[in-house]
């Protein structure tokens, strides 16, 4: 899970030449070290902002209630497109906004928010879906990184997931409902987003575009996993440390410690979200495309999506591209390696689009 640690970082994303991978003993030990420092104080710092979250008394019954709705219910229906979907006009560039089809409980949360940035080509060019961290607080990296997409001919539109940047809760930080004890509004957070992101992709269908592609970091990497489960139209896939075993994440990583401790004292046990794994968790499914189409790339040092998880999905996801680096779940190696290795993958993607 990103935090604002992973924003800080994220200029040297961009400026900086990809980390040296150490050799030496101690300089490893030295980056491991390091990782799990910032790692660290990232993770205390989420579980001490999930403890002043209250959650209704009903939780365990309301849970129950709807994992059981959906119990039998497949994805497509689950992720389902509204039939009739009310959009605004297209901007070109900017930001484009709508109301989400998946309303939450928070009204700031309802509104779908996308940030354009084209390339001089135009929509019918190849378009990246950017998707940030859990609690990202800054897009000025991500913003560099869509102009990089910009000057090999790809547009790019940075979307604001569930909680986070325009769809901040009032009095509370960006993306601090995300993830919580509230299991309903967890899942109805990936819900939410990955049917937004289904109604981008088909607008840029219509716009003429033919091949889309979506890099997701932690968080968003597991929404635009999510996505790629339940969409054809997403070919092209770069998951940044994602999450995809929603339960060890939940169950053992040291950033949920106050997530379970809530869900414990309300009576939610790991079994009982185990059912609707099915629907929201990226590893208990397939993507709708080939795997020679999906760049992972996984933390040595990660405790959040521990690299053994994310080569495990190699597996299951047959053909698809896995590099590992000395980097914690916070760190400024992965995106700029990430980009590196889109560019070498899908290289007659770049080239016959050029440099605007």
């Known amino acids: 899970m990103m935090t604002f640690l992973s924003d800080l970082l994220q200029l040297e994303n961009y400026r900086l030449a990809p980390m040296n991978q150490s050799t030496s003993p101690l300089l490893e030990k030295i980056d491991r070290w390091r990782a799990g420092l910032i790692d660290a104080v990232s993770f205390g710092f989420v579980n001490a902002i999930a403890r002043r979250h209250r959650l209704p008394g009903d939780l365990l019954a309301r849970w129950r209630t709807y994992a059981a709705h959906w119990a039998t219910r497949p994805a497509s229906e689950y992720y389902a497109l509204p039939q009739k979907p009310e ?16 309303p939450s409980e928070f009204d700031e949360n309802n509104t779908a ?18 998707a940030h961290g859990l609690m990202s607080v800054s897009d000025i990296g991500y913003r560099m990184w869509a102009h990089r997409l910009n000057a090999c001919g790809w547009n790019a539109v940075f979307m604001h997931l569930p909680y986070h940047y325009s769809r901040r809760l009032k009095h509370h930080l960006t993306g601090e409902f995300a ?7 967890t899942a109805e957070g990936i819900r939410q987003a990955v049917v937004e992101t289904r109604l981008l992709l088909q607008t840029l269908r219509q716009l003429g575009g033919k091949l889309f592609g979506a890099w997701g970091t932690s968080y968003g990497g597991w929404i635009m996993a999510q996505t790629a489960c339940v969409d054809p139209l997403l070919q092209r896939l ?12 939940i169950w053992e990583s040291p950033a949920s410690v106050t997530v379970r401790s809530h869900m414990r004292k309300y009576g939610i046990r790991r079994e ?49 591209h896995y590099h590992c680096f000395k980097q914690g779940h916070v760190g400024y190696t992965l995106m700029p390696e990430s980009f590196r290795l889109a560019l070498e993958l899908w290289k007659n993607d770049f080239e016959k689009n050029g440099i605007d």
């Open 113 to 130: 928010a996308f940030d354009l940035f084209p390339s001089k080509k135009g929509w019918s060019a190849p378009t990246m879906i950017i």
């Open 179 to 185: 993830v919580s004890a509230h299991p309903i509004r």
């Open 272 to 320: 009982d979200l185990l059912p609707h794994l099915r629907l929201c968790c990226p590893s208990h499914q397939r993507p709708l495309t080939d795997g020679n189409n999906i760049l992972l790339l996984a933390g040595e040092y990660d405790r959040i999506a521990p690299p053994e998880q994310i080569a495990q999905l190699r597996k299951l996801w047959p053909g698809s």
């Open 238 to 249: 770069i998951l940044v440390e994602p999450i995809l075993n929603v339960d060890t994440a």
């Open 87 to 102: 959009l605004p006009a297209w901007p070109n560039e900017g930001p484009w906004r709508f109301r989400s089809p998946i």
